[in-house]
């Protein structure tokens, strides 16, 4: 069966019908003034026969009577009814600045820690929500987001309040999460700086949520239940300002915050806070600050708030008109909220309009994509969006009543009213709406009746940003599900009350959009989630593009391994599309920040070393150069030095392992005849072997049997080895007058391979391919593989010190057995060692596969040109391309307009060498993976400083753009 979100609208609100007057169906509004006056005329007529003005009488009771029945027709079929409709038609033919100081309704609150005390005496507790992960999850992992919503309805006090509100990012808090354990690093001080103006630029946003739950009437909440509580307190004479009351409502405040699931983190907010959300709600989208940080207790009187002028339809700023008209009202449809009082300068006039949700498909929006208020953060026009959920639960047997006479209403209007205005088809709808509501109550004793109200708030900081992100909101309603907004003129100020916690619903007119729904039918809205990517601190790898809001994304490898994660990292994605850019990028972040890092680059040009030339504490390292030397008997320990020196170097030297040779020289490595002998690298073992041999010439051989039968046995090693000495490329191994660099002391080790050839998978797998191996191939496996373990064993012995190993174009690498057992040890195990490890690769799919890349979870993807490609890797990452068709497009590489032009339209203005590649829309985009598998697309943030980004970049003659 389909899952859905469904709102029960209008069950209990059937327009009724009469025949009572000659058999033909009238509304209710209708037929009691035509029968009230017409009977009443006539008997007035009848009794004033004698007095001479029966007819004056019957022809004032006939246009009366004409008059009210015409009003009666015009009283609304549905909700909101004739008074809200008077009211906000009144307001705006008769319009007046309302003020904080004037009306309940817009009154300050007083707070007191996390309490909010209303002006009609109500008592709320708040609290801040944490957002769920749901962007681009399984339905799997949906449906368990929106269960937890299921007990999150269930458990809340009726007349509850959720917000959501749309926030700048604190950027000076996003500094401090950057610097945060690093503020030692002058470096990475300085680099954090540069940042603050690109974070300037992007205006990164969020979602905050914001939950508010009463506590001054009981855990019922603001219901029946609860006002019995609150009559019961009265009658007790209890004082809401005394120290026992402000003690209960903290402890009642604790109990429900308990009583919610833990994965929405609620924690209580400070007064400040409160205060914060007062100016925010108040003056949306002109006020900016951020809200505060977390402080021990607290309070602020209503006097200490700013005070707020609402006037209705900016009539301040009407259109000029002849003198004639100028009592005209302006007519608009929003309302302008300013500052009145002593707090002037907080912030400039906000235009706003609250618009409430009337109306949803009668049958449900299917779930999964029945999320509509994250359509808010998809929208980018300048102004700012919140909502407002009010959530009232209900007593489940007065609902079952109440649905027992909505549903006798309809079985006497299938009497009275017949088929007038498709009234047969009307009734049978609401008829199933009602049995499915009593289905859905009756199944599970838990189900929560409840009354669900749902508000979206837009500011903006003028008229026509205001008028063009109400288009596009109703817009992006429409295409998220059929809901229905409206936007009622009039109404805003009376609107904008609900988010002031404490208005009562019909003052505030929130009853008059309430809808009936269940916890469950309810919770498949969900409208607490979060598409937030990336570490609380770390480096500024880039913004979210999964919505509107652009938030920061950052990147804490280290902070990975604290966490108990695995700080490996899967860079992936066609050449050219910023792979080893933002690899670059992250690697100096991590140097700046105090980390080591060991590259290896199958490049005999140095990209990397280009991109690190100002590190002053590196080595770089030609393994065809001469400069250092790649021995394992001299840069392994003592202890592992002998036996690792056999992994690599026997398969090179093609020696069997089993033969008596290899045995023999398995011996000589132990670490004890090492010591003895004095065999501190490969080259000082060939001269041991050679100077046992028997002495060329000699007239009788004096050595001893057993040195003799060693010399005999290790001929075939001795050969072997003076053999693979004679090539240029394994002089880094037989060379002991090479120096060894120091890793432990260095900051950044680039080992640079181009000279050495790795087999592909294939020939490494098939014994008649790798019998048929280069010598160069098998000297790269030997090679290779002992560069990684080096890695891997000086960074895991040194846990003090995050250590970070790169791999750049991994295939190669991963593709030889050595190399591919290494990396996956180091993937399952760099985490309790405090090492991390990036693997850069165009092949994920291809170059991981005899690695195996179960253990790593953070991926940053960047488009591919093959389209087998890119559907595999998404599949790999856990992105079903079926359920989110538009991310086929992301994945798949596309050119720039410039770069597919007719030749005809050369212009040396925009071809040219020294004009930047461009790769289109997909310019800098990636897909991200982090820590904790959530998805989502994000834009690499650029590196500030011009020459590094000029460093970073391998597109050729960009250095001259």
């Given at each position: 069966m389909t899952d859905s979100a469904q709102l029960f609208t209008g069950v209990h609100d059937t327009p009724v019908y009469t025949n009572v007057l000659f058999d033909k169906p009238l509304r209710i509004w209708v037929a009691v003034p035509a029968v009230v006056g017409s009977v009443t005329t006539i008997l007035l007529a009848v009794l004033n026969l004698a007095s001479g003005h029966a007819l004056a009488i019957l022809i004032c009771g006939a246009l009366l009577t004409a008059a009210l029945t015409g009003i009666g027709a015009l009283v609304p079929r549905t909700r909101p009814n004739i008074a809200f409709r008077l009211r906000a038609f009144t307001t705006s033919v008769r319009p007046a600045v309302r003020t904080s100081y004037d009306t309940p309704i817009l009154a300050r609150p007083n707070l007191v820690d996390n309490l909010w005390f209303a002006d009609n005496g109500s008592v709320y507790a708040g609290?801040?929500?944490?957002?769920?992960?749901?962007?681009?999850?399984?339905?799997?992992?949906?449906?368990?987001?929106?269960?937890?919503?299921?007990?999150?309805?269930?458990?809340?006090?009726?007349?509850?309040?959720?917000?959501?509100?749309?926030?700048?990012?604190?950027?000076?808090?996003?500094?401090?999460?950057?610097?945060?354990?690093?503020?030692?690093?002058?470096?990475?001080?300085?680099?954090?700086?540069?940042?603050a103006d690109q974070l300037a630029d992007a205006e990164p946003k969020t979602r905050l949520y914001w939950l508010m739950v009463p506590v001054d009437a009981g855990r019922a909440g603001h219901n029946v239940v609860g006002q019995a509580t609150k009559l019961k307190d009265w009658f007790a004479g209890r004082d809401k300002d005394s120290d026992s009351s402000l003690h209960a409502y903290i402890e009642l405040a604790h109990d429900i915050a308990n009583s919610l699931p833990p994965e929405f983190s609620p924690t209580p907010v400070t007064?400040?806070?409160?205060?914060?959300?007062?100016?925010?709600?108040?003056?949306?989208?002109?006020?900016?600050?951020?809200?505060?940080?977390?402080?021990?207790?607290?309070?602020?009187?209503?006097?200490?708030?700013?005070?707020?002028?609402?006037?209705?339809?900016?009539?301040?700023?009407?259109?000029?008109?002849?003198?004639?008209?100028?009592?005209?009202?302006?007519?608009?449809?929003?309302?302008?909220?300013?500052?009145?009082?002593?707090?002037?300068?907080?912030?400039?006039?906000?235009?706003?309009?609250?618009?409430?949700?009337?109306?949803?498909?009668?049958?449900?929006?299917?779930?999964?994509?029945?999320?509509?208020?994250?359509?808010?953060?998809?929208?980018?026009?300048?102004?700012?969006?919140?909502?407002?959920?009010?959530?009232?639960?209900?007593?489940?047997?007065?609902?079952?009543?109440?649905?027992?006479?909505?549903?006798?209403?309809?079985?006497?209007?299938?009497?009275?009213?017949?088929?007038?205005?498709?009234?047969?088809?009307?009734?049978?709808a609401t008829e199933r709406k009602i049995a499915e509501y009593n289905r859905l109550l009756s199944a599970n004793i838990d189900e929560q009746p409840l009354s669900a109200a749902f508000f979206i708030h837009v500011g903006a900081a003028d008229p026509r940003t205001l008028d063009h992100s109400i288009k596009r909101l109703r817009e992006e309603m429409t295409q998220s599900g059929q809901i229905v907004i409206r936007h009622y003129r009039g109404a805003n100020t009376r609107l904008?009350?609900?988010?002031?916690?404490?208005?009562?619903?019909?003052?505030?007119?929130?009853?008059?959009?309430?809808?009936?729904?269940?916890?469950?039918?309810?919770?498949?809205?969900?409208?607490?989630?979060?598409?937030?990517?990336?570490?609380?601190?770390?480096?500024?790898?880039?913004?979210?593009?999964?919505?509107?809001?652009?938030?920061?994304?950052l990147l804490d490898l280290p902070g990975t391994a604290r966490r108990n994660h695995n700080p490996c990292l899967i860079c992936a994605g066609a050449p050219g599309y910023g792979k080893s850019y933002t690899s670059k990028k992250i690697v100096r972040a991590e140097l700046q920040r105090g980390a080591q890092a060991f590259i290896v680059e199958p490049d005999e040009y140095g990209e990397w070393a280009t991109a690190l030339a100002d590190i002053p504490n590196k080595a770089v390292i030609d393994m065809a150069g001469g400069d250092f030397g790649c021995d394992?008997?001299?840069?392994?320990?003592?202890?592992?030095?002998?036996?690792?020196?056999?992994?690599?170097?026997?398969?090179?030297?093609?020696?069997?392992?089993?033969?008596?040779?290899?045995?023999?020289?398995?011996?000589?490595?132990?670490?004890?005849?090492?010591?003895?002998?004095?065999?501190?690298?490969?080259?000082?073992?060939?001269?041991?072997?050679?100077?046992?041999?028997?002495?060329?010439?000699?007239?009788?051989?004096?050595?001893?049997?057993?040195?003799?039968?060693?010399?005999?046995?290790?001929?075939?090693?001795?050969?072997?080895?003076?053999?693979?000495?004679?090539?240029?490329?394994t002089q880094a191994i037989f060379d002991d007058t090479l120096p060894i660099p120091d890793l432990a002391a260095l900051d950044v080790t680039i080992w640079q391979t181009g000279s050495l050839d790795l087999p592909d998978a294939d020939e490494v797998a098939n014994p008649h391919l790798y019998a048929a191996l280069s010598d160069r191939q098998r000297a790269s496996i030997a090679i290779y593989?002992?560069?990684?373990?080096?890695?891997?064993?000086?960074?895991?012995?040194?846990?003090?010190?995050?250590?970070?190993?790169?791999?750049?174009?991994?295939?190669?690498?991963?593709?030889?057995?050595?190399?591919?057992?290494?990396?996956?040890?180091?993937?399952?195990?760099?985490?309790?060692?405090?090492?991390?490890?990036?693997?850069?690769?165009?092949?994920?799919?291809k170059d991981l596969a005899l690695m195996g890349d179960e253990f790593i979870t953070q991926q940053i993807l960047v488009p591919f040109e093959k389209e087998g490609i890119a559907r595999a890797v998404a599949a790999s990452a856990g992105l079903p391309l079926d359920e989110y068709p538009e991310?086929?497009?992301?994945?798949?590489?596309?050119?720039?307009?410039?770069?597919?032009?007719?030749?005809?339209?050369?212009?040396?203005?925009?071809?040219?060498?020294?004009?930047?590649?461009?790769?289109?829309?997909?310019?800098?985009?990636?897909?991200?993976?982090?820590?904790?598998?959530?998805?989502?697309?994000?834009?690499?943030?650029?590196?500030?400083?011009?020459?590094?980004?000029?460093?970073?970049?391998?597109t050729p003659d960009q250095g001259a753009a």
């Open positions: 609290f801040l929500l944490s957002g769920l992960p749901y962007h681009l999850q399984s339905s799997r992992r949906k449906t368990a987001v929106a269960d937890l919503h299921t007990l999150l309805g269930r458990e809340l006090p009726a007349d509850s309040w959720l917000y959501g509100l749309g926030v700048t990012q604190d950027q000076r808090q996003l500094l401090r999460a950057m610097v945060h354990g690093h503020r030692d690093r002058d470096d990475w001080l300085y680099s954090c700086a540069q940042v007064a400040a806070m409160s205060a914060w959300l007062w100016q925010h709600t108040t003056w949306l989208g002109t006020f900016t600050d951020p809200l505060p940080r977390p402080t021990a207790g607290g309070s602020i009187t209503a006097d200490q708030l700013p005070a707020a002028a609402f006037d209705e339809g900016d009539q301040q700023h009407k259109p000029r008109r002849p003198s004639i008209f100028n009592a005209l009202p302006s007519w608009k449809k929003y309302v302008r909220v300013s500052v009145t009082g002593p707090h002037s300068a907080i912030a400039a006039d906000s235009y706003q309009a609250v618009l409430p949700v009337v109306d949803a498909p009668e049958g449900g929006i299917v779930f999964p994509g029945s999320e509509f208020l994250s359509a808010l953060d998809d929208l980018d026009t300048g102004a700012v969006f919140d909502f407002a959920v009010n959530l009232t639960a209900r007593p489940r047997e007065m609902e079952f009543r109440r649905n027992d006479r909505a549903r006798g209403n309809i079985d006497d209007q299938y009497d009275h009213r017949g088929d007038v205005r498709n009234g047969l088809t009307e009734l049978r904008w009350s609900a988010f002031n916690p404490g208005v009562a619903q019909h003052k505030s007119a929130v009853d008059q959009f309430a809808h009936a729904t269940t916890a469950s039918k309810w919770s498949r809205f969900v409208p607490l989630i979060s598409s937030q990517l990336g570490n609380a601190t770390g480096m500024l790898l880039g913004f979210n593009k999964s919505n509107a809001n652009n938030s920061a994304v394992a008997l001299r840069f392994f320990p003592e202890r592992v030095a002998g036996s690792y020196w056999l992994d690599y170097m026997i398969p090179m030297l093609g020696l069997d392992v089993r033969s008596v040779a290899v045995g023999r020289l398995r011996t000589l490595l132990t670490p004890a005849a090492r010591n003895a002998l004095g065999l501190s690298s490969t080259a000082a073992l060939m001269r041991y072997i050679r100077d046992i041999q028997a002495p060329l010439g000699a007239a009788e051989d004096t050595r001893s049997p057993q040195v003799t039968q060693l010399a005999e046995d290790l001929r075939p090693v001795l050969l072997a080895l003076e053999s693979w000495a004679t090539y240029e490329f593989g002992m560069l990684v373990r080096l890695a891997r064993v000086t960074f895991f012995n040194n846990t003090n010190r995050f250590g970070l190993i790169v791999l750049e174009e991994a295939g190669p690498l991963l593709n030889s057995r050595t190399g591919a057992r290494d990396a996956h040890l180091i993937s399952r195990r760099a985490r309790k060692h405090y090492t991390g490890m990036l693997i850069i690769t165009q092949n994920p799919i991310f086929q497009d992301f994945f798949l590489a596309t050119a720039g307009v410039e770069e597919m032009r007719d030749p005809t339209a050369f212009d040396d203005d925009h071809t040219g060498p020294t004009k930047t590649t461009s790769r289109g829309s997909l310019q800098g985009r990636a897909f991200f993976i982090d820590e904790f598998r959530r998805l989502g697309a994000i834009q690499i943030a650029r590196e500030p400083n011009e020459i590094l980004h000029r460093a970073y970049d391998t």
